[in-house]
């Protein structure tokens, strides 16, 4: 009688088989969702445009845009090969974040860990803080020149604050109880700084990563706006003056791709790194 | 007493500054001591200083009066014969349980190999052979307080401080854990100042438990409590002699809470 109660299955039972599929079915439709919001997106511009709805000279098309993409492929842009822009603004944008990146991880850790130097500096970085960076990009032109120098600096500036701050205030957030913990285990200031602090800063260090090189990327673009000879956002300047509306949006859309690239890099990295912690269902 | 006493705290004072300004006193006068390889239990009323005391003598704080000693040496700073189990979980949340356990051999200095080796040995002891490479969070309530055992007990600590250890655990659990710390602290031997706000676990562990009034926080009364060891911590409890002793503290403690409870 057991027997056949334990191999006859419940009615309400769902097989594990069936679960599996739902949840295919589900990212599946997700799926075909996303894409047709997409689609109608860039359908209604283009049609727009054609219907005579959108005007173009300010709007742009989006089949202008693609063209536009494959001219610039092909022939190179009016300032020169599409190629060499790009590499130029992943350049400074790179350099700006990994300098500005280190020197935000050192300084916010050294003041975290340091009670006096916390207070006597915090007011100065508040007001740092709050005034706007951009601004600088105007001095940064006029004392380095317009060559790359100038585009790294305030691409420093720009991720400097950013990950600064995170890794001071990840450092102060550090557990007082692991701290304690580690301090009666027999820790030297050293080995509490490099075993738990910093450890425990790490998730606060690189979620800030993850926003400041898209102000690196920015840093860089306002420069090249401000003056330069090569760059994304030069050519971004040189559409606009010849009133290319296609060309600012083509431009807009390989940084988006730069972009993209540079945040699965840094989560990538962010997985490698954290991989202690539980696993949280990340819905994407 | 001729040997000295492995914990000694007398006349300790300890006072905090409250935001608003006022002075607040957790401990007052406060006298105790304990003996080497003693098992000494502090109960008292909730918020009555008894973590603070612990905090005093690992020496992650200084009194404001008072002396506070170890083995007749003044504390000063953490010492390296100190042992510390926390309430909450306080082992390393990216390291792996041989990594945990390894910590404090390492942070004194101890080789590598060395290091691994007794952390292995200790892993076993606790009965976590097999979860080397888990890392906390995979772990469950008990077996990351196993491993805050063993992570405490590779330094071989002369005093062992533990505050309220096993009150995040469930009845089960705990029951386990308290057989546990019996049996590694009877191969330690060392003195143990248990803080807890269950009186029976203090009755069930302790060799003395002492009764803290409330704030501020002084020793109401100590109680010898004169059962046989080694304890059967499952069974204990519904010893005659066991109801006896928790009757006479109890009245002791209820007295204090209540009056605690009062000054709200």
């Known amino acids: 009688m057991a027997e056949t109660a334990i191999t006859k299955p419940l009615a309400t039972e769902i097989p594990v088989e069936s679960l599996a599929v739902r949840m295919r079915r589900r990212a599946r439709l997700v799926l075909a969702l996303r894409l047709a919001v997409l689609v109608v997106l860039i359908a209604g511009w283009e049609f727009g445009v054609r219907f005579g709805w959108i005007d173009p000279f300010f709007f742009g098309q989006p089949s202008g845009i693609v063209l536009k993409l494959i001219d610039w492929f092909q022939n190179g842009t009016s300032i020169g090969p599409l190629w060499k822009q790009i590499w130029v603004t992943i350049y400074e944008a790179g350099a700006g974040f990994l300098i500005g990146a280190v020197f935000g991880v050192l300084c916010g850790i050294a003041l975290g860990r340091n009670r006096l130097l916390s207070d006597v500096f915090s007011i100065y970085i508040k007001v740092a803080n709050s005034i706007p960076r951009v601004v600088l990009g105007s001095i940064f032109i006029v004392a380095l020149g317009l060559g790359a120098a100038s585009k790294i600096a305030l691409a420093v500036v720009m991720v400097f604050f950013v990950v600064f701050a995170n890794a001071f205030q990840g450092v102060r957030e550090a557990d007082k109880n692991l701290i304690a913990n580690a301090r009666i285990l027999g820790a030297s200031p050293w080995q509490l700084t490099t075993s738990v602090v910093i450890p425990s800063a790490l998730s606060w260090i690189l979620a800030s990563l993850h926003v400041s090189f898209g102000f690196a990327l920015v840093g860089a673009i306002v420069g090249e706006f401000l003056g330069a000879r090569e760059g994304m956002g030069l050519l971004i300047a040189t559409a606009q003056g010849s009133f290319d509306s296609n060309g600012v949006f083509a431009a807009m859309i390989v940084i988006a791709v730069v972009a993209l690239l540079a945040e699965w890099l840094l989560t990538t990295l962010e997985n490698r790194l954290l991989t202690w912690r539980p696993e949280t269902n990340a819905g994407e | ?264």
Not at chain 2, 21 to 34: P, Q, T, Y
Not at chain 2, 87 to 100: C, G, T
Not at chain 2, 160 to 171: G, I, K, R, T
Request: glycine share 6%; aromatic share 6%; charged share 25%.
């Open chain 2, 1 to 264: 007493m001729t040997s000295p006493s492995a914990i000694e705290l007398s006349h300790v004072a300890r006072r905090f500054v409250t935001p608003s300004g006022d002075v607040l006193s957790a401990l007052e006068d406060f006298d105790l001591a304990i003996a080497p390889g003693e098992f000494c239990a502090i109960v008292g009323p909730t918020g009555c200083g008894k973590s603070t005391t612990l905090g005093l003598i690992a020496g992650l704080a200084k009194p404001q009066a008072g002396r506070v000693t170890l083995f007749d040496a003044p504390v000063d700073g953490v010492d390296r014969r100190v042992g510390f189990v926390f309430q909450q979980d306080a082992v390393f949340p990216w390291r792996d349980v041989l990594h945990n356990v390894m910590a404090g051999p390492l942070f004194r200095g101890v080789g590598k190999a060395e290091a691994e080796a007794q952390a292995r040995d200790w892993i076993a002891r606790v009965g976590l052979k097999g979860f080397e490479h888990h890392h906390p969070h995979q772990l469950s309530g008990g077996m990351r307080k196993r491993v805050a055992l063993a992570q405490t007990f590779i330094n071989n600590p002369q005093v062992l401080l533990m505050d309220e250890p096993f009150s995040a655990l469930d009845v089960q659990t705990r029951e386990l854990m308290q057989e546990e710390l019996l049996q590694l602290w009877a191969q330690a031997k060392s003195a143990v100042l248990f803080v807890t706000h269950d009186l029976d676990e203090a009755i069930l562990l302790a060799d003395r438990v002492a009764v803290l009034t409330t704030r501020p926080a002084r020793v109401k009364s100590v109680h010898s409590i004169d059962l046989p060891r080694p304890r059967d911590v499952a069974t204990l409890r519904y010893d005659e002699r066991f109801i006896a002793i928790a009757r006479k503290i109890n009245d002791d403690l209820r007295e204090e809470v209540l009056r605690a409870r009062a000054g709200h």
